[in-house]
């Protein structure tokens, strides 16, 4: 794969008509492939068209062909999607038809999204991709995206593989995250609305050409890319082989091994995706990486059956707990009710009296007028004379 400067083609791209394309004649004949990552959010409204036409002029401006510029469009707004793939057209006028047909279905900001898609859907040989030509991405936005930090992360990625240009549109772009997004600061471009985006010209005429016209290409190597060698991932290839980047949940040269597919998760452990490797979920008590480690037991304290005189034995902790039963009482119900002495069994009450425990003492309820703690004093005899008047007769 050998170098282009993207400049070239982002001039042709703000070119109106063939007159622009006659100045940089000889630079627009290198092959190259190029995605345009198309904001289709809901500030973009009508101005759509407006960024269709500018994708337009540029492939009036360049030589369309499967052996010179291919070019294809990537839609974006909360979801992603291909629109037109790199090879799906071989010549300008069907390929500018298509691009006028792209509908607009409005919706957030989702750029980090986006660019993962183009990262492993974008640039693909089942997409068209070449890898013998260089790779440039165009990227359209008029606003910040939902996840700043995971759109830089994205663009990060993708730096290593193309050169991302970058176009912002309008007041409310974040001028840090657009500078993330492309390559670098020679990449990135403003405009204060979409009816300026043709002012750009002036600006990228100076190194239109640059280092273009002299530059050779090397021999077309084999691709080793070219059977889908990764199941479930990106193809790069390289001298001698390919590398696959795998999407999330595989791995493996291929990127065909599911990570949860051997089971890793022990003694019942449930397995989920997690990146690219996996996390279990475990059970009952297990841990570890796969579960593998058990509990730690806790002994069954009750089994000796500890308590005693009838007592219910339950686990505390690491101890037990009795709950006795009749008064008994200690650890282990082991200790016996105090007996209370039954204050009647020695027949205290005399004279006929009748007795009654009253806890650990007694009553006496006396009959016949005695009296006392246990009926013992006797009725009293008045000895009391009453006199008694004498009746005269």
């Known amino acids: 794969m050998y170098t282009i400067q993207l400049q070239v083609l982002v001039f042709s791209i703000f070119g109106i008509h063939l007159s622009i394309h006659q100045q940089i004649t000889g630079c627009d004949t290198r092959p190259a492939d190029v995605i345009f990552l198309l904001d289709s959010s809901g500030s973009v409204g009508g101005n759509f068209n407006t960024e269709k036409q500018f994708i337009v002029n540029f492939t009036q401006a360049v030589h369309i062909g499967p052996s010179k510029v291919q070019v294809g469009v990537v839609?974006?707004?909360?979801?992603?999607?291909?629109?037109?793939s790199l090879n799906d057209y071989s010549s300008e006028g069907p390929l500018r038809q298509a691009i006028n047909n792209i509908p607009y279905i409005p919706?957030?900001?989702?750029?980090?999204?986006?660019?993962?898609?183009?990262?492993?859907?974008?640039?693909?040989?089942?997409?068209g991709d070449r890898s013998s030509v260089p790779n440039f991405l165009v990227v359209i936005t008029d606003g910040f995206s939902f996840n700043v930090d995971a759109t830089i992360k994205e663009a990060n990625r993708?730096?290593?593989?193309?050169t991302v240009y970058a176009i912002g549109v309008g007041n409310s772009i974040d001028n840090n995250e657009l500078s993330h997004i492309a390559t670098d600061r020679n990449h990135m471009f403003t405009v204060p609305d979409?009816?300026?985006?043709?002012?750009?010209?002036?600006?990228?005429?100076?190194?239109?050409?640059?280092?273009?016209?002299?530059?050779t290409p090397p021999p077309v190597q084999t691709d080793s890319c070219s059977s889908s060698p990764c199941v479930h991932g990106r193809c790069f290839h390289d001298p001698s082989s390919y590398v696959c980047i795998?999407?999330?949940g595989y791995n493996g040269k291929n990127c065909d091994k599911d990570v949860c597919s051997s089971a890793p998760c022990q003694n019942g452990g449930k397995c989920y995706?997690?990146?690219?490797?996996?996390?279990?979920?475990?059970?009952?008590g297990y841990s570890g990486k796969n579960c593998q480690t058990a509990p730690t037991q806790t002994p069954d304290v009750?089994?000796?059956?500890?308590?005693?005189?009838?007592?219910?034995?339950y686990l505390n902790g690491a101890d037990?707990?009795?709950?006795?039963?009749?008064?008994?009482?200690?650890?282990?119900?082991q200790t016996a009710p105090t007996q209370t002495p039954d204050g009647c069994s020695t027949a205290p009450c005399q004279n006929g009296g009748n007795c009654f425990a009253n806890a650990a003492d007694y009553v006496c309820m006396c009959s016949n007028g005695y009296s006392g703690k246990n009926c013992q004093t006797g009725k009293t005899i008045s000895t009391t004379w009453i006199p008694i008047p004498a009746v005269v007769g």
């Not at 839609?75 to 037109?84: D, V």
């Not at 995706?273 to 009952?284: M, R």
């Not at 005693?308 to 034995?313: F, L, P, T, V, W």
Request: with cysteine.
């Open 75 to 84: 839609r974006y707004a909360f979801n992603a999607a291909t629109e037109i």
């Open 107 to 127: 919706g957030g900001t989702n750029t980090d999204s986006a660019l993962r898609y183009i990262f492993y859907n974008g640039f693909t040989f089942q997409e």
């Open 158 to 162: 993708l730096h290593q593989h193309m």
């Open 194 to 215: 979409y009816n300026a985006l043709h002012t750009l010209q002036t600006e990228l005429h100076p190194i239109a050409c640059n280092g273009m016209q002299t530059t």
């Open 246 to 248: 795998c999407q999330t």
């Open 273 to 284: 995706l997690n990146g690219a490797d996996y996390l279990c979920v475990c059970n009952n």
């Open 302 to 313: 009750c089994s000796s059956a500890p308590c005693q005189n009838g007592g219910k034995c």
């Open 320 to 333: 037990y707990l009795c709950v006795c039963n009749n008064g008994y009482s200690g650890k282990n119900c």
